[in-house]
């Protein structure tokens, strides 16, 4: 596949969750064709098969697109295994190493629009592995993390690839911060050195810079450093693909208790603008359905209070067509289709990320959507 071109803009890395599910879904056609997501495989919300996730990406994704799969090995070994479902079950059976990861191989042979990751848990089966996911002809995938580099554990594994040219190289970073646009050298040199074993592959720098808290602020924008720092490095190297998070954070937040304050973020090109407002507090003399209800009510009343608020900064793109702009213009009516809960929001978020990265570099073609939505 990677060997007959790469036609595709942006690799971000999403997770089986519903609110990148749905903001990827709620791209427009047309823009999914140059977005190549990377999916690790979690279990789907409460569901107890592992079909469940694919059908929910493919959903997103369209029926007949491509989407690199993975393996989402924190998801799964942060649970209790005597809690493990059906889907972990088969998810833990992925990563079994026997055979050059023969159950990784056969999912991955019965899923045709599936471009796969490598699994590098154990090195002694990766040239097994590599001729079997080679052989489906759809490109390979490489993910390396700086421990593989740091460690000189890359030197094992990128020589086995070096006589092909269907590689995709993604080196993520996960979590960062503006110190690491500022130490780009160090990451130049990472790079340099897949580039100089592997002259042919294309290769992806990935990151997120998102925060894990906006607690104390009503309003701020937060820049997005992983864009900064790919842009600091494009100019070193061909056949280099941003990807990113879609502007969530490496790691995913834990539920607290509570209801989190409405916020609502609008993604732009170099960095997420927030409006967010604290609840008032709420009569202590009402009884707890009554307290529930006032609490709903005011959620409400916020989230079409910020949602207006939004609309009047300068940063709002008001020509701009596409599913968040409309969620957005229907909370600002009190719509009940608008946003109400964090993880709608999440999704507004995101969906305008991802297509405001995507056309990053092609801002002429940014209020050129034509889809419907459906409600």
């Known amino acids: 596949m990677f060997s ?64 690199i799969v993975d393996i989402d090995y924190d998801d799964l070994f942060s649970r209790d295994i005597k809690k493990y479902r059906p889907v972990h079950h088969d998810i833990l059976k992925l990563t079994d190493s026997s055979n050059g990861y023969q159950n990784w191989c ?18 002694s089966q990766l040239q097994t592995q590599l001729n079997v996911l080679i052989s489906f002809r759809r490109g390979v995938v490489v993910i390396l993390k700086p421990a593989d580099i740091e ?34 050298e160090q990451v130049k040199m990472y790079l340099m050195a897949i580039r100089r074993m592997l002259p042919n592959a294309f290769i992806s720098l990935s990151s997120t810079s998102f925060p894990d ?50 916020r609502i973020d609008y993604s732009c090109r170099n960095e997420w603008n927030f409006i967010r407002m604290e609840f008032s507090s709420v009569e202590s003399t009402l009884g707890k359905d ?51 809960s964090a993880q709608k929001a999440t999704a507004v978020r995101i969906n305008k990320h991802l297509y405001t990265q995507l056309h990053y570099e092609f801002s002429g073609e940014i209020t050129d959507t034509d889809d419907d939505w459906i409600d």
């Open 213 to 262: 808290s906006f607690g104390g602020y009503y309003r701020g924008v937060k820049s997005i450093y992983e864009r900064a720092l790919f842009d600091k490095l494009r100019e070193d190297f061909d056949k280099f693909i941003y990807s990113d998070r879609g502007s969530a954070r490496a790691s995913k937040m834990s539920g607290g208790a509570g209801v989190p304050p409405p």
């Open 151 to 184: 460690s000189q554990v890359y030197k094992n594994i990128l020589p086995l690839l070096k006589d092909g040219d269907g590689f995709l190289l993604l080196l993520d970073l996960e979590q960062i911060t503006k110190e690491q646009v500022e130490l780009k």
């Open 106 to 123: 056969n999912f991955v042979k019965e899923n045709p629009n599936l471009v796969p990751c490598v699994q590098l848990a154990d090195i």
């Open 290 to 340: 009554e307290k529930k209800a006032a609490l709903k009510k005011e959620k409400k009343e916020l989230y079409t209070l910020i949602s207006k608020k939004i609309m009047e900064e300068p940063y709002w793109e008001n020509d701009l067509g596409l599913w968040s702009n409309y969620i957005i213009e229907l909370t600002s009516k009190g719509d009940d289709y608008g946003i109400n």
């Open 4 to 67: 007959e071109g790469f036609n595709y803009r942006y690799c971000p890395i999403l997770s089986v969750s519903p609110s990148e599910i749905i903001a990827l879904k709620e791209l427009p056609n047309k823009d999914k064709d140059f977005i190549l997501p990377i999916f690790p495989l979690k279990s789907w919300a409460a569901a107890n098969e592992l079909s469940s996730a694919i059908d929910k990406i493919k959903e997103a994704v369209g029926e007949d697109r491509k989407w």
